[in-house]
C-alpha cells in the first residue's frame, strides 16, 4: 500500500509551460539558423562550381577526350563572377559579413549561449549577460535602420513609407517577444524545484551538456541509434524549417501590411486625390492603386509560397531524418547497453496523434513542429537520455515506424518476451486501453512487483468519459491502490496518469483536459524522478 498520495495540478503546470517553452524554442530556432546559413552557402557553392565545370566541359568538349592535360586549366570564370555577385549583393551581404565580423561572431556565440541556458534552466549572471548583449546589439541595429528611414521620411515622405511601416512592425514584433520573455522570466523566478525540474526543456540542468547541445540543435536524442549519423544531422538540422517557416511568415506580414497602408495613404501623399473634385492625375491614380493592390496580393502568394516550401522541405527532411533512427530493438540496445525503458500500449494506437492543447499564441507559434506528435515519439525524446525506448512491434508492420525501437516476436512468443523486458527495464510506460493484451500487461506488472519503476497512463479517449470510473476501479483491484476515494472529490478533472514510488508514495496526475502538453509533462515528471533515482 502507498505511504501517501500526492496529486498535482497538471491544468496549473501546462500554463506555466505555455509561458515557458517558447522562449526556449525560439532559442532552439535561432541556432538552427546559424546551421542553415552555412549548407546555404555550402549548397550554392557547390551548384555553381559544378554549372562552371559543365560550362568548361561545353567550351572544351573537344578537348576533353582528346588532351586530358587540359583538365587542370580550369579557369573557374563563371563561378568568380557569379559568387562576386552572390558575396556582393544584398542578400548575402550580411551572411558575409556574418562569417568576417568579429562582432557578429561573438554574438552569434553568445546566442548560442542563451539557447542552451533556457534550454537547461541556467538562468545565472553568464546567461543574462549573454541575452543583455544579443539583444542590445540587435535593437540597437534596428533603431539605427528605423532612424534613418524617419530622417528618409521626413525628407519627402514618397514611397519610404513602406520601410518605416516595415521598422514599426518590426519594433512591434520584437515588443512582442521581448513581453514572452518577460513572462518566462516571471514565472521562472517563482518556480518551485520540483516545477522546475518538470518544465525544464533538457533533459538535465547542465548547460553545456552534451544532450542540451543536441536539443538546442535540433538533433533527436537518440541520434546515437543511427547508422548515418552524418546524413541524420544534416536531415534533422533541416527539418527545423517546419518550425521556422510560421515565425518567418509572422515576421514578414508587416511587409503586407505597409503595402496596404500605402496603398491607402499614397494618393494623398503624392498629390494626385484632390477632395474637393476627381483625381488630378486619373491615369497616375489607376496605376498606382493598381499596382499596391496588386503587389501586396503578390507577397502574399510569395509568403505563403514559402511557408508551403518550409513545410514541404522540412518535413521531408523530418522524415528522411527519422527513416535513418528506424532500428530494431536489437540494434537500439546494442547501441546503447543501458537498461531499456519499456512503452506498453495497444497497436491500435501507434502513432495516434495527440490532442493539441489550448495554448497562448506564442506557444503554437514557436511549438508547430511539435503538432501531431504521438505518446511513442514524446516518450522517445523524453526517455532516452534514462534509456534506449523499446516496444513491441506490431506483427502487422510491413516497415518498423519511427518511434520506440521494434521488436517482433511470434503469437506465441510475446508474452515471454515482455516478461523480460520488464525485468530488464529501469522504467515501463503502459498506455491504458480496454484490450485483454494490455491489462495482462499490466496485471503482470503489479504481480512481479514492478510497479515501483512503472508510470501508468491513461489513452486520451478516457477524458471526462464514463468509462474513466470503470478503469480507475480495475486498475484498483489489480494494484491495490485506493484510488477512488482520494480523485473522486476533484470534479471536473479526469485522470492522466499516476505512478508509484517506493518512499514517497503514490503520484497521480489530474487535469481539466488530456492534451499533447499534459502526457509530455507527466512523462517528465515520471521519467526525471526515475533518472534522480538511478543516479544516487
Not at 24 to 37: D, G, K
Not at 229 to 246: D, E, H, Q, W
Not at 453 to 462: F, I
Amino acid at each position: 500500500m502507498p505511504h501517501a498520495i500526492e496529486v498535482l495540478d497538471f491544468d496549473a503546470l501546462a500554463g506555466k509551460h505555455f509561458a515557458i517553452s517558447p522562449p526556449c524554442r525560439a532559442a532552439q530556432l535561432a541556432c538552427s539558423i546559424l546551421a542553415m546559413v552555412f549548407l546555404l552557402v555550402i549548397f550554392l557553392t557547390i551548384a555553381v562550381l559544378f554549372f562552371d565545370m559543365l560550362e568548361f566541359a561545353l567550351r572544351h568538349i573537344d578537348r576533353l577526350f582528346l588532351d586530358v592535360a587540359e583538365l587542370p586549366a580550369l579557369d573557374f570564370h563563371l563561378s568568380k563572377s557569379i559568387l562576386h555577385e552572390l558575396i556582393h549583393g544584398d542578400v548575402f551581404r550580411l551572411h558575409r559579413e556574418l562569417f568576417v565580423s568579429p562582432w557578429l561572431a561573438l554574438q552569434w556565440a553568445l546566442g548560442i549561449v542563451v539557447a542552451v541556458s533556457f534550454i537547461s534552466f541556467r538562468l545565472d549572471l553568464l546567461a543574462f549577460a549573454a541575452l543583455a548583449f544579443v539583444q542590445g546589439r540587435a535593437l540597437y541595429a534596428k533603431s539605427m535602420v528605423y532612424a534613418s528611414d524617419f530622417q528618409q521620411w521626413q525628407a519627402g515622405p514618397a514611397a519610404d513609407v513602406r520601410s518605416l511601416m516595415d521598422g514599426l512592425w518590426a519594433a512591434a514584433v520584437d515588443v512582442y517577444f521581448l513581453f514572452v520573455l518577460g513572462v518566462m522570466l516571471r514565472h521562472y523566478f517563482t518556480l518551485s524545484a520540483p516545477e522546475r525540474d518538470i518544465l525544464r526543456e533538457g533533459a538535465k540542468n547542465v548547460r553545456f551538456a552534451g544532450t542540451t547541445f543536441l536539443q538546442a540543435f535540433g538533433i533527436p536524442p537518440n541520434i546515437r541509434n543511427s547508422a548515418r549519423k552524418i546524413r541524420t544531422v544534416l536531415f534533422a538540422y533541416m527539418s527545423n524549417l517546419v518550425g521556422a517557416g510560421p515565425v518567418l511568415l509572422f515576421v514578414l506580414i508587416g511587409a503586407i501590411a505597409s503595402q496596404l497602408f500605402w496603398a491607402l495613404v499614397g494618393p494623398y501623399v503624392m498629390g494626385w486625390y484632390d477632395p474637393a473634385r476627381m483625381p488630378v492625375a486619373e491615369v497616375g491614380f489607376k496605376s498606382f492603386l493598381l499596382f499596391n493592390v496588386l503587389d501586396p496580393v503578390m507577397w502574399v502568394l510569395f509568403y505563403v509560397f514559402l511557408f508551403v516550401s518550409f513545410s514541404y522541405l522540412g518535413t521531408r527532411c523530418l522524415n528522411v531524418s527519422r527513416r535513418f533512427l528506424r532500428v530494431s530493438l536489437e540494434q537500439a540496445q546494442a547501441a546503447d547497453p543501458r537498461p531499456p525503458v519499456l512503452f506498453l500500449r495497444s497497436f491500435r494506437n501507434d502513432l495516434e496523434p495527440l490532442p493539441a492543447p489550448k495554448s497562448t499564441f506564442a506557444y503554437r507559434l514557436f511549438n508547430y513542429a511539435e503538432r501531431n506528435k504521438s505518446l511513442d515519439h514524446l516518450l522517445l525524446e523524453e526517455g532516452t537520455a534514462l534509456g534506449p525506448v523499446v516496444a513491441l512491434g506490431d506483427p502487422t508492420d510491413t516497415v518498423p515506424p519511427y518511434g520506440a525501437a521494434r521488436g517482433y516476436a511470434g503469437q506465441g512468443d510475446w508474452r515471454r518476451m515482455v516478461a523480460d523486458l520488464m525485468q530488464a527495464a529501469s522504467a515501463i510506460v503502459v498506455c491504458i486501453d480496454d484490450t485483454d493484451n494490455l491489462w495482462w500487461e499490466v496485471e503482470q506488472v503489479s504481480a512481479n512487483g514492478f510497479l515501483a519503476k512503472s508510470l501508468l497512463l491513461l489513452h486520451p479517449k478516457y477524458e471526462r468519459s464514463g468509462q474513466q470510473a470503470g478503469v480507475v476501479a480495475k486498475i484498483e483491484r489489480l494494484c491495490g491502490w485506493p484510488l477512488a476515494k482520494s480523485l473522486g472529490a476533484r470534479s471536473g478533472q479526469s485522470l492522466i496518469g499516476l505512478w508509484f514510488d517506493e518512499t514517497a508514495g503514490l503520484h497521480v496526475g489530474m487535469a481539466s483536459r488530456l492534451s499533447r502538453a499534459h502526457y509530455l509533462l507527466m512523462l517528465r515528471w515520471f521519467l526525471r524522478a526515475k533518472a534522480r533515482d538511478a543516479t544516487r
